[in-house]
């Protein structure tokens, strides 16, 4: 058996958050990954370069959960609004 650790096929939660909350949700990612849970977060998972858009919406489409991380800066955004949008959607 190979050491190295797969990740599952769908990620457990996706985290949609405003830029500003970044400290804390790579505090919340980290521990969430510390309890098993494969967590799509944008700080790691969109390479430079990449269609970032494109990106996130696949993210929140393959996710089992997604989880909005609350604050002013979260209601006042508008990327944030559409990964919502785009979560119920689906």
């Not at 096929?9 to 949609?16: A, H, I, M, Y």
């Not at 790579?26 to 700080?43: H, M, P, S, Y």
């Not at 959960?65 to 604050?71: A, G, I, N």
Request: charged share 30%.
């Amino acid at each position: 058996m190979s050491s190295v650790e797969r990740k599952p096929l769908r990620p457990d939660v996706f985290l949609s958050y405003a830029r500003r909350d970044a400290t804390f949700v790579r505090r919340l990612a980290d521990a969430l990954e510390g309890l098993g849970k494969d967590v799509w977060v944008d700080l790691d998972d969109i390479r430079k370069g990449a269609d970032w858009h494109a990106k996130m919406l696949a993210g929140v489409e393959s996710a089992r959960v997604v989880v909005p991380v609350l604050s002013p800066d979260f209601a006042a955004s508008e990327p944030c609004d559409e990964e919502v949008a785009h979560a119920l959607a689906h």
